[in-house]
């Protein structure tokens, strides 16, 4: 699973994030964008729209209220939205762009069990 957060950021900024995750070279993978504590809806209905016309492993979801921030947003998306099968979870900040390789780079470092983060 990839988790995007999102609170205000302009929409052309978090669309750019998602476009470079829709080109990922990685089999069955998951896509999840929350917009959280966001007042701007114009802003985040654009995001969902867009991430509406994507295939169906990528979600968006909007909260009105997330406490604790970031973490908040993440703990929330891992309780009620990450796939019960999902091993990996790659956190991405929304104005990021990642190369298509990202994941089979990172999900590389797993095979040694005395990993249990990566940080790219």
């Not at 019960?84 to 990172?106: G, M, Q």
């Amino acid at each position: 699973s990839v988790l995007v957060t999102s609170k205000d950021e302009p929409a052309s900024v978090v669309i750019s994030c998602v476009e470079s995750l829709s080109r990922l070279d990685y089999p069955n993978y998951e896509v999840i964008v929350i917009n959280s504590n966001s007042t701007d809806v114009q802003n985040y209905a654009q995001i969902a729209r867009y991430i509406q016309s994507l295939p169906s492993n990528f979600r968006f979801v909007h909260l009105d209220k997330v406490h604790g921030f970031k973490a908040g947003a993440l703990n929330y998306l891992n309780h009620h939205c990450v796939s019960d099968d999902s091993v990996v979870e790659a956190v991405v900040d929304c104005d990021y762009i990642v190369d298509p390789d990202f994941l089979r780079r990172t999900v590389g470092y797993f095979k040694d069990a005395r990993v249990g983060l990566v940080q790219a």
